[in-house]
């Protein structure tokens, strides 16, 4: 027997049949774009303010304390630690053993990955007092440009560098530093300083050609770097 129309509309089942015909499904609404808030954006950490290259010219307005702050934390750290000396494996008996020429200071600050003694700021509490110069904490200078200006050793252009006559970079000794250009300052790397005549006299020299400052022999080094055996 069919039902009417009437009959389906009052059962459960027929009106959710019906109303599917007869009123569709809405799609679900979408939310419009423009009320859409974009994601903000990381902030980008700002460069670090480090001066490796050349001179910079607000180290010569250090004041002489500041100066002789800057110095002493290379030479005695954050914490007094004394320096250690470096004799990269010469013999006691030597008659350079004590010659401060021949032998690396380390720095009892932290090193960076490349070996070399971690750059300097200057806090703000060394900033206060008439004379001062007042600079962005964050600002560095390498150790060895703090260690030529205050030991009254000055360079004779501003696209002048620490560079190291020992190829130590770790070393902070003032007299393995000298100031000059970025490719001199390259050719040292590795070079050659110390080698024996062969004729078989036995005879040993340094056969550096950079100058006005040869560098240092390293003839009786043991570290990895000069020592090839």
Request: glycine content about 6%.
């Amino acid at each position: 027997m069919k039902r009417s129309l009437s009959q389906t509309t009052t059962t459960g089942t027929g009106m959710g049949n019906i109303l599917g015909v007869i009123r569709p499904k809405k799609a679900p609404s979408q939310k419009k774009s423009s009320k859409t808030k974009p994601k903000a954006k990381p902030k980008a950490k700002k460069p670090k303010k480090v001066h490796n290259n050349g001179v910079c010219i607000d180290i010569y307005s250090l004041s002489e304390k500041q100066l002789l702050f800057l110095k002493n934390k290379v030479l005695l750290g954050t914490e007094g630690i004394p320096k250690k000396i470096e004799r990269n494996g010469m013999d006691p008996t030597d008659p350079n053993y004590d010659n401060d020429y021949y032998y690396c200071i380390r720095s009892p600050l932290s090193m960076d990955q490349n070996g070399r003694t971690k750059n300097l700021r200057l806090p703000k509490y060394m900033q206060q007092d008439e004379g001062d110069l007042e600079i962005d904490p964050e600002f560095q200078w390498t150790p060895g440009q703090i260690l030529l200006i205050a030991d009254s050793e000055f360079p004779d252009s501003d696209i002048m560098e620490a560079s190291h006559l020992c190829d130590h970079n770790f070393c902070v000794n003032v007299k393995h530093l000298v100031w000059e250009p970025r490719p001199n300052n390259q050719q040292r790397k590795n070079c050659n300083t110390w080698t024996t005549c062969t004729c078989g006299c036995g005879h040993s020299f340094n056969p550096c050609k950079h100058r006005p400052k040869q560098c240092i022999p390293m003839g009786y080094c043991r570290c990895p770097k000069h020592f090839k055996n």
